[in-house]
């Protein structure tokens, strides 16, 4: 490392010292709303949402089916534009997809015809400090598939994994590109509870490691207050924020801890208000 190097790395130590509280807003939401028209039709997926997300956050949206969840990670990402308001990422309106963005869905979103390793190496070739090397590039994909313990396979197929490896390896190739907000989208019905008591700690392990923000949507209340700093319960179509619950216990928390039943509660039942309201 030359100086200047190691001067940035003591920066980005200091930052990540920093409490969530204390880190610049990064995403902001004013007045946000999605309203689909088709011909005569009009459906309001998404009410108004005013939201400020910080640097290093991992922000949880629980909600009903179909209040518009999906669709606030659509926008947040660009794939989608807001009715009304706006969504500003570090103070520049979202117009478009942009690698500082990437969605991991609930579909795992591999391709097949690559094998495990050339699908995070896929996510790393348009970035610039990795174009013309080669060698780099496939230090920095074994990197990633060891943070989800997946460097055995890295010659493996898409369809020799499980589906609880697809899903790490999907994590690995979202975070390829290193973006500033990982949005991901229920990624984990399905999976054996096992396997997802596994996910949640190597996300966790993720989150310790690289400060990265997230954004996730899940309809597993246990799940929310494992992984959230803080948890936004959505009301009914059009989807508004009902309450927002800050989870103060430390990480990597596990998903068994009896601790966690206090704000799986208390989510439930914002959730069970929401409804009647
Ligand atoms: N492109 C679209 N055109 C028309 N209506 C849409 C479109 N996308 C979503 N909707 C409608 O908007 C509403 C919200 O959908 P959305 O997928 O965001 O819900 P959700 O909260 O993610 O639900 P789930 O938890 O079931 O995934 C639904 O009524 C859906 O039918
Ligand atoms: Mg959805």
Redesign the pocket.
């Known amino acids: 490392m030359n100086t200047s190097e190691v001067e940035q790395s003591r920066t980005d130590a200091r930052e990540s010292e920093k409490p969530a509280a204390e880190a610049p807003v990064i995403l902001k939401l004013t007045n946000a709303s999605?309203t689909?028209e088709?011909g005569a039709q009009k459906?309001a997926?998404?009410g108004s949402i005013d939201l400020e997300v910080r640097e290093g956050e991992c922000v949880v949206f629980f909600?009903?089916?179909?209040?518009?969840?999906?669709?606030?990670?659509?926008l947040i990402a660009g794939f989608?534009h807001p009715t009304t308001g706006e969504i500003l990422l570090e103070g520049k309106p979202v117009e478009k997809p942009g690698p500082d963005r990437l969605m991991m869905f609930?579909e795992h979103a591999l391709f097949p015809w690559l094998n495990v390793i050339d699908n995070v190496l896929y996510g790393l070739r348009r970035q610039r400090k990795f174009r013309f090397r080669r060698r780099l590039r496939h230090v920095r994909a074994r990197e990633l598939l060891q943070m989800v313990h997946l460097d055995e396979f890295e010659k493996a197929s898409v369809h020799e994994l499980s589906g609880g490896m697809k899903q790490r390896a999907a994590l690995a190739r979202a975070l390829a590109p290193d973006p500033k907000i990982l949005l991901i989208?229920?990624p984990f019905p399905g999976l054996d509870a096992l396997v997802r008591a596994k996910l949640y700690a190597e996300l966790q392990e993720i989150m310790l490691r690289t400060h990265k923000t997230i954004l996730s949507?899940t309809?597993d209340p246990n799940e929310a207050a494992c992984l959230a700093d803080r948890v936004f319960v959505?009301t009914g179509?059009p989807?508004k924020i009902k309450a927002e619950i800050r989870v103060d216990l430390p990480r990597p928390r596990d998903i068994a801890d009896p601790k966690l039943a206090e704000f799986t509660s208390r989510i439930m039942s914002e959730l069970e208000q929401g409804a009647k309201a």
Request: with cysteine; aromatic share 8%.
């Open positions: 999605r689909f088709n459906v997926a998404l909600g009903p089916s179909g209040c518009g969840k999906s669709t606030l990670l659509n989608d609930q989208d229920e949507v309809h959505f179509r989807g």
